[in-house]
């Protein structure tokens, strides 16, 4: 594959710009310069760097990021920053594939949640992963108002009524971890599902927390606002989990 359309492929602008990145010097492969847009290199598994940072080529990119509060899962926010001003320029506009223009959200948080959020340019991934119907486990630690009663973790294992659906939604496991921490897994995605369970059952969340998402956990050293790329061992054990739910 060509080195300017491998710079294409990922994200770092149209094929005259990336061959300029290339001609002024800015690209290195293998710790040696390369000013020539037609050098042809294999794709997979190469690390590659433009203007001394280090990029590994992805064919489709598969992140995590750990979402601060005060920010929105949204392109065009409203009120709040977007998350996506946390992410590097060539995620952001990596060319269009299957309808998805760079990196998205898979499924959202409101602004004031924080915890692992996925982002990728796969759109059967996104729709695997954030379908109901593949009931992917995703649990959250809830901060409560008031001191947890053992009745109302039973009511959210039984089912609670929400108000746009006679149908009761159930939590797929629910423990008080302390008087006012809750651990709460859903394998749903309802609109402030969380907030409105636990408004059911007559209390109140203060603090929201997305802590894993199918066998994934948010590593303990990534801290609000970063990210990292997911590992294939990451995504074949959200797949396996996936598959078992």
């Known amino acids: 594959m060509r080195l300017e359309d491998i710079l294409f492929s990922q994200g770092f602008g149209t094929r005259r710009v990336c061959a300029g990145l290339v001609q002024q010097g800015f690209v ?3 710790g040696s310069v390369c000013d020539d847009p037609g050098t042809f290199f ?3 598994g190469l690390v590659f760097k433009v203007q001394g940072v280090d990029w590994p080529f992805a064919e489709r990119a598969y992140l995590m990021l750990h979402k601060p509060t005060g920010t929105e899962c949204s392109q065009k926010p409203s009120t709040w920053p977007s998350i996506y001003t946390l992410l590097p320029g ?7 594939k299957a309808a998805v223009q760079g990196v998205q ?3 959202r948080l409101d602004q004031d949640t924080t915890g692992l959020l996925l982002l990728t340019d796969d759109g059967k991934f996104i729709h695997r992963m954030s379908s109901p119907k593949h009931h992917v486990p995703k649990v959250y ?7 947890i009663l053992p009745d109302q973790v039973d009511r959210l294992l039984a089912g609670v009524v929400l108000d746009d659906d006679p149908k009761p939604v159930k939590a797929a496991a629910c423990e008080a971890v302390a008087p006012l921490h809750l651990r709460l897994t859903l394998t749903e995605g309802k609109y402030h599902q969380v907030k409105r369970m636990v408004a059911a059952i007559g209390n109140r969340v203060e603090g929201l927390h997305r802590s894993t998402i199918g066998g994934l956990s948010l590593p303990d050293d990534l801290a609000p606002g970063q990210w990292r790329w997911l590992t294939a061992d990451d995504l074949a054990l959200m797949a396996v989990r996936a598959a078992k739910a």
């Open 141 to 147: 630690e809830v901060t409560t108002k008031y001191e």
């Open 42 to 44: 294999q794709p997979e």
């Open 28 to 30: 290195s492969v293998a």
């Open 90 to 96: 060539p995620l952001r506009t990596r060319p269009q």
């Open 105 to 107: 959200a898979v499924g």
